[in-house]
């Protein structure tokens, strides 16, 4: 027992270290891998492993993990804050999404007790694959991510009365035949009514907060400084474990559960303990879970029935992605977030095996529809990455090329000393400033969803593309003084200054540049005044750690003016062999030795005609003559 054991581990993470990599590698994703990997390794595959059900109940549990982890990722004001999207995003979805599949299965001749079960069982979503994909792809914060993620919550907040009703949906011909395996022995029957049921959870609920209030705060802290770090690590995971336990005891998700007790640990102040203690088991658990998904397709259900299967999931997919889509577009989704919203959330979920294998076991569901409903499920969670892929590939460059040609660029009728282009982070900080002293600004963005934002805050921006020159002839460039091209794109940001220098030669250029290579590029279209996206505050942050390093404040801003003072020379200089390979290694070599010189000698003139020189990236030199040339004047 113990040596098969070691030998499924063995097999297991062998299959994640060689396929897992080249999926990532190939633009796959790590999902898809793990899935393929399952696949590989399964009953279907080389048989390897045969039984994916007790590694599946085992793996399960890193779904379990990630839901406590974004637990302790939202306080409770900011689950509240979410709740217009849990119930007009979550609630509906559900709703729909059972009432339209469940009226197929009735109308494919199924009993109306399972066609309910199956729609209800197909409106949840995966949760370990799409919070995967959205940790993956890092927009948790981002709207789609929490709209995404306030429908999965929704869903599993569902999976209890949902639970509920399937005793009450027993087909008659299975009613009294099928035993029900909970606990009180083979073929007992000891069914709970409603209220029964909603007194276990309004009380393990209870509990849970009035615990984790009052209880586990002492405990949290007596561990902590006992200084024993393998003490901590055990109840973080007794916590989960624990929390597991109690949603098993009234049926209930231990996902759902697990989040709860997240939640109420979230403004504890060794949340960031148990994240980083929790961490590295819900990984490798999670693609556990993946692998026994793989492993886990009926491939002779599917064999059997490829052109039904294939049907039931290309019509989930659809059905759901259509009825995501209309929430989306109610919600006044982006058109590619809306895409990706809808894609993310068309699958089946883990989930579904759970109630429809309760379902049977209750008869209201016949075992044959069943398998297919979980081949489906699991197919459907196989393709989700797939789909993934295309609209990355595909549609996603497509839809925001078609969202931002296909309006019309705005009227832009006044006319201003000072245009800037670009009115993200970096164009209001520019713009803020200017605007401050008195000056007036046209800004221009091409981006519709930003403009709309900074619409509720009374800032007027020009929808444009800032690369044809009509549109900047039409916002007044032959007039203007100063053109600040702000945009975080270097390739457009070049394209522009180029085609200003072209068209409009009298108007000063303040360029955005991504870093030394961008800057060289400007340089070579004429550009003479830029900044380095992130020169300077990572300036003041070198400021701030001298001082923290005991330095005095006014010596860590004379230290920092001899250093970009130097970085500056050493970037025009750099500009002149830029295509000399061997030319550019030397110099910086010597850059760095010089520099070591420079700092040691301090030789700053703090001349107050000079304060400037350390915030522009323009040649010192031309500065020194600049300066000159006004104090003759």
């Known amino acids: ?33 793990y899935l393929l990997a399952g696949i590989f390794i399964g009953p279907y595959g080389l048989k ?19 839901l406590f982890l974004i637990g302790l990722e939202l306080q409770v004001r900011e689950l509240w804050s979410m709740r217009n999207k849990l119930f007009g995003l979550g609630l509906p979805q559900v709703l729909l999404t059972a009432l339209v599949l469940g009226l197929i299965g009735y109308l494919a001749n199924m009993p109306w007790q399972s066609a309910i079960i199956m729609g209800l069982g197909l409106a949840l979503s995966s949760t370990a694959i ?16 929490r709209s995404a993620f306030s429908v999965l919550l929704l869903q599993d907040i569902a999976v209890i009365p949902i639970l509920a009703i399937i005793p009450l949906l027993a ?25 029964q049921v909603a007194a276990k959870t309004a009380f393990v609920f209870a509990s ?50 697990a989040f709860m007790v997240g939640v109420i640990l ?32 009926e491939f002779e259900v599917l064999m059997n029935n490829p052109l039904l299967i294939a049907s039931m999931v290309a019509g989930l997919a659809i059905i759901k992605m259509a009825i ?67 609209y990355d590939r595909l549609l996603s460059p497509k839809m925001v090329r078609d969202a931002q040609t296909e309006r019309e660029p705005d009227d832009i009728s006044v006319r201003n000393r000072v245009i800037v282009l670009g009115y993200g982070r970096f164009g209001q900080i520019v713009t803020r400033l200017i605007t401050a002293q008195g000056f007036e600004a046209t800004l ?19 929808f444009g593309d800032a690369r044809r020159a009509d549109l900047l002839a039409a916002a007044g460039a032959h007039e203007a003084q100063i053109l600040i091209i702000a945009i975080h794109n270097p390739n457009t940001v070049t394209e522009i200054a180029a085609m200003v220098k072209k068209h409009f030669p009298h108007i000063t250029i303040l360029a955005r540049a991504r870093d030394r290579n961008h800057a060289h590029e400007l340089m070579d279209v004429g550009v003479k005044h830029f900044v380095r996206d992130t020169f300077h505050s990572g300036l003041q942050l070198g400021i701030k750690a001298l001082v923290a390093l005991g330095y005095e404040e006014h010596r860590a801003y004379r230290l920092a003016k001899t250093f970009a003072r130097h970085d500056i020379k050493m970037l025009h200089e750099a500009y002149e062999i830029k295509d000399d390979m061997e030319a550019i290694i030397g110099h910086a070599r010597t850059a760095k030795e010089l520099l070591a010189q420079v700092m040691e000698s301090d030789l700053v003139d703090l001349d107050p005609a000079n304060a400037t020189n350390w915030t522009s990236d323009k040649n010192p030199d031309d500065i020194e003559r600049e300066n000159k040339a006004r104090s003759q004047e």
């Open 324 to 390: 995501l889509w209309g929430l989306g577009m109610v919600f006044r989704f982006h058109i590619a977030d809306r895409m990706l919203f809808a894609i993310i959330l068309a699958q089946g979920g883990e989930f579904g095996f759970v109630l429809f294998q309760f379902a049977t076991a209750s008869g209201a569901l016949l075992p044959e529809h069943a398998d297919l409903l979980n081949v489906t499920v699991a197919i459907s969670m196989v393709i989700t990455p797939i789909l993934i892929l295309i």
């Open 171 to 195: 087909l008659p011909e299975l009613a009294g035949h099928t035993p029900v395996d909970d606990g009180h022995g083979p073929g007992e029957v000891a069914p709970e009514g409603g209220w």
């Open 444 to 462: 221009i963005d091409h981006d519709a969803e930003q403009i709309e934002l900074v619409k509720r805050f009374d800032t007027k921006v020009f």
């Open 1 to 33: 027992m113990e040596h098969s054991f070691l030998l499924a581990c063995f097999i297991f993470l062998s299959a994640a270290v060689i396929v897992v990599p080249f999926a990532k590698a190939t633009g796959l994703g790590s999902v898809l891998g």
């Open 266 to 297: 979230a403004d504890s102040e060794y949340r960031h303990e148990l994240e980083s203690d929790i961490e590295p088991f819900k990984g490798l658990l999670l693609g556990l879970f993946f692998i026994s998904v793989g492993m886990s397709i």
């Open 130 to 145: 799409v919070l995967k994909i959205i940790e993956e792809r890092g927009i948790m914060a981002t709207n789609t991510g």
């Open 48 to 66: 390897l492993v045969t039984d994916p059900e007790t590694i599946l109940h085992f793996s399960e549990f890193g779904v379990v993990m990630m």
């Open 208 to 257: 849970m907060y009035l615990s984790g209030r009052y209880l586990l705060r002492p405990v949290l802290r007596f561990i902590a400084k006992s200084g024993v770090r393998e003490i901590f690590t055990a109840l973080s995971l007794l916590l989960v474990v624990a929390s597991a336990l109690l949603m098993e005891w009234i049926n209930v998700s231990a996902a759902l559960g």
